[in-house]
């Protein structure tokens, strides 16, 4: 019979035991405390009977040789019922057995190389130094060495020569020519009194805004020159003494006066023979000895005829300024007084009239203000028309 047939379905088998029987109802007694209670019976269930699973049997497994096609043939297991042992097959050609080197011989460490040692005595030069430790240079022999070695040092020196001709370069160009270029200007701020006209070193109108007593405005008019001449009798004895160490090489002076004709002022513009250094030294003698503030070194003023500076002389100086200059060869000076011919006892420098709350006569008048502001602008004029001539063309 196959395994795969299907068996017929069972029946469900009859139950023999008859329906149980209704119980006859119980009349219990009293029930005791000390007897157990009896369990209350249950009817049974009747339950449908279940199918039984069918069977099936499973396919026989594959050959190994379905499963492993590269796996020998397997030879058949021994029974017990066999006699004789079977014969094993034998390869054709054995694996060859791994040939394993034999052990090296062993040989003794070589000995320590004694220069190599931290005691051995370090190698002496010829003049008792010790040579210095130079680590050779693999694959070069030592004419290569020498060569490289020549050929860096001829590196370094060009080097170092390039390094020195730009530093000198550079002092050249900032020093020599910055030199060279403060000297020409200073010589040319020399030769002005005789390349400029007398209209640009003294304008006919200067305006000093600002320049006033409490910041009020100031205008200046011309009403006089001087001719050029030498500095004799233009000084106090002890101003020309202490200007006497840097020369006098012409002498340049005009006067103003102030829009209401009130005050007059005479500028002057000294110019020298001395060189920078002199001209730094006699600026650090004035500033250190205050040669601008004494009363017995004052400038004298010049009194043109038919003017109303017509009798403007030494005993109406008022206030007065002297400034040394150190970038040119001049020595600038400004003196003021009362156009009306009123004398002044003791004359007050000008930076000391100028100051706020000084009471003094020249200060209450403005006379201060009138002899600084138009002596700035004078020097200012001047610095404008020096710049120009200094000037390189590009």
Same mark, same amino acid.
Not at 156 to 160: E, F, I, P, R, S
Not at 230 to 239: E, I, K, M
């Given at each position: 019979m196959s395994t795969e047939? $299907?068996?017929? +379905?069972? =029946? =469900? $088998? @009859?139950? *023999? *035991? =008859?329906?149980? @029987?209704? =119980? @006859? +109802?119980q009349v219990e007694d009293e029930p005791s405390v000390f007897a157990p209670r009896r369990p209350l019976e249950r009817p049974r269930e009747t339950r449908p009977p279940v199918p039984e699973a069918q069977i099936t049997t499973p396919p026989p497994p594959p050959p190994a040789s379905a499963r492993f096609p590269d796996a020998p043939p397997r030879t058949p297991a021994e029974t017990p019922t066999e006699t004789t042992t079977r014969l094993r097959p034998v390869p054709a050609d054995p694996e060859p057995a791994v040939q394993v080197p034999p052990p090296p011989a062993w040989s003794p460490a070589p000995a320590p190389d004694p220069a190599l040692s931290w005691n051995a005595p370090w190698p002496v030069g010829a003049f008792g130094q010790p040579v210095p430790y130079e680590e050779p240079v693999r694959g070069l022999g030592p004419l290569a060495r020498l060569r490289s070695r020549t050929g860096v040092a001829a590196v370094? %020196? %060009? &080097? !170092?020569l390039g390094l020195i001709g730009g530093a000198l370069a550079g002092s050249r160009l900032t020093g020599e020519d910055g030199d060279r270029t403060a000297d020409s200007g200073f010589a040319a701020a020399g030769s002005l009194w005789h390349d400029v006209p007398v209209d640009q070193l003294f304008p006919p109108t200067v305006k000093g805004t600002g320049a006033g007593p409490g910041g009020a405005d100031r205008s200046w008019t011309r009403i006089a020159v001087a001719p050029d001449t !030498?500095?004799? !009798?233009?000084? *106090? +004895? &002890? &101003?020309a003494r202490a200007l006497a160490p840097v020369g006098c090489a012409r002498l340049l002076r005009a006067t103003y006066t102030d829009a209401t004709r009130t005050h007059v002022t005479t500028v002057g513009l000294l110019f020298t023979k001395a060189d920078p250094a002199a001209m730094a030294g006699l600026a650090a003698r004035f500033r250190t000895e205050h040669l601008d503030r004494r009363t017995d070194l004052l400038p004298l003023p010049y009194a043109a005829k038919g003017t109303p500076a017509a009798g403007f002389g030494a005993k109406q100086r008022a206030s007065w300024t002297v400034s040394v200059l150190t970038d040119a060869p001049i020595v600038a000076f400004a003196v003021s007084g009362w156009a009306d011919g009123r004398t002044v006892d003791t004359p007050q420098p000008a930076p000391d009239a100028v100051r706020s709350g000084a009471t003094s006569a020249p200060a209450q008048a403005g006379l201060g203000n009138e002899a600084q502001g138009l002596a700035d602008r004078i020097q200012r004029k001047l610095r404008q028309t020096v710049s120009p001539a200094t000037e390189k063309p590009s």
């Open positions: 047939a $299907r068996r017929a +379905p069972i =029946p =469900p $088998r @009859a139950t *023999d *035991d =008859p329906a149980p @029987a209704e =119980p @006859a +109802p370094c %020196v %060009v &080097l !170092g !030498g500095c004799a !009798g233009a000084f *106090d +004895p &002890l &101003l």
